[in-house]
């Protein structure tokens, strides 16, 4: 039997592994929720999401009074039909944050049953594209970082053979940001991808200029350059550059990916299993973006989203940025420059959950 017969969630807090900076805040702990589902068959399984320092009470509150209590009895089996249940239960608060990181840590923990009873790995139950993805560095890229550390860290990936590295911006002047993308470029040569991100922090006119500076230095990508409602702006940004403009860790709802694929505002598809709502969306928003021949590179996540990126066709990067190596019994397999799709049953994070335990927040 496949019924739901007990639901729990709880709240711990991750402290991040080095200081991480961009444009408008600081990283200093991940909330992270979990929720485990035990079905009638005696099989379990967790899924999770988190904020980056506030909220992550307001999750397992909505979780606790309201969501959880309708999975008794349910057939786990059902993923869809229960993840628009949810939905439509919380209709009055979507499309927004809270609702959208409760539902993906339910819809998470239900694909990892849904694995663990196929006996099958995740990157291959959700499609089997290939095992191995290309990965870039994040966590030597931060704000606070000076130029000679942003170039040690690029080479040091270069080295590593990662494909790619990604350099955050937003300096009081756009020639600032121009200059240390240049050093790093003349460092590592003409081959290894450098990602910009703005996070968020530009004007239309700002960011117009500063993709302007940062042209010459052939960026892979201009992430997030202004407010992820501006869909209009990206656009007309998009039209302005010859940068591709890479956005989507911002929005919590498949549709918002169509608006923007639809108006030529996106160029690569950032999507974040966490903040879309689950597996179940995410999966959705990867195969729209495919129909428009955008590649999907999601936010952060990378324990989770090397499995997903994996199962897709037009799964191009994983974001290197280890999180969650204080909680779980093993890490992210990075091969030759490549991330490895865990293979066992399941979505692929092996949980320590006394490790959890000593950092529930209660």
């Known amino acids: 039997m496949t019924m739901i017969t007990k639901a729990t969630a709880l709240l711990a807090d991750i402290a991040v592994e080095t200081d991480r900076t961009d ?4 990283f200093v702990k991940q909330e992270t929720v979990l929720v485990t589902l035990t079905t009638t068959d005696g099989i379990e399984g967790t899924g999770y999401a988190y904020t980056i320092g506030t909220g992550g009470t307001s999750v397992l509150a909505l979780l606790r009074d309201h969501l959880l209590p309708l999975l008794a009895g349910k057939d786990a089996r059902n993923v869809e039909g229960l993840w628009q249940e949810l939905f439509g239960l919380t209709r009055a608060t979507t499309t927004g944050a809270i609702t959208s990181l ?6 998470t923990a239900l694909w990892d049953l849904r694995c663990k009873r196929a006996s099958e790995p995740l990157w291959r139950l959700a499609g089997g594209h290939r095992r191995e993805i290309p990965v870039y560095d ?10 000679d ?8 990936a ?6 790619g590295v990604k350099i955050k911006v937003g300096k009081p002047h756009a020639a600032e940001d121009a200059e240390r993308l240049r050093a790093v470029r003349e460092a590592v040569g003409p081959f290894l991808h450098i990602m910009t991100d703005a996070n968020q922090s530009q004007s239309l006119s700002s960011a117009v200029r500063l993709a302007a500076a940062l042209e010459p230095y052939d960026p ?3 992430e997030e350059p202004m407010p ?13 550059t010859r940068i591709p403009i890479a956005v989507g ?3 919590y709802a498949p549709m918002q990916f169509r608006n923007y694929l639809e108006t030529g505002a996106a160029s690569v598809v950032q999507v974040d299993v966490a903040r879309v709502g689950g597996i179940t969306p995410w999966l959705k928003v990867a195969h729209l973006a495919e129909t428009f021949n955008v590649e999907v590179c999601p936010h952060f996540l990378m324990e989770l989203h090397v499995s997903l990126v994996a199962a897709v066709a037009n799964g191009a990067y994983v974001e290197y940025i280890p999180q969650l190596r204080a909680v779980t019994r093993t890490e992210l397999t990075v091969r030759d420059g490549l991330a490895v799709a865990p293979d066992g049953p399941g979505i692929g994070i092996d949980w320590d959950m006394d490790a959890i335990d000593r950092r529930r927040v209660s």
Do not use: C, N, P
């Not at 409760?102 to 819809?107: F, P, T």
């Not at 994040?138 to 130029?147: K, S």
């Open 23 to 26: 444009a408008v805040q600081s």
């Open 102 to 107: 409760a539902l993906a840590a339910i819809d």
């Open 138 to 147: 994040t966590e030597g890229g931060w704000l606070h970082l000076g130029t």
């Open 149 to 156: 550390e942003l170039v040690e860290s690029a080479l040091a």
């Open 158 to 163: 270069k080295e590593a053979q990662f494909s």
């Open 220 to 222: 892979y990508w201009l």
């Open 228 to 240: 992820a409602d501006d869909i209009s702006g990206h656009a007309r940004l998009a039209r302005s």
């Open 249 to 251: 860790e911002s929005m």
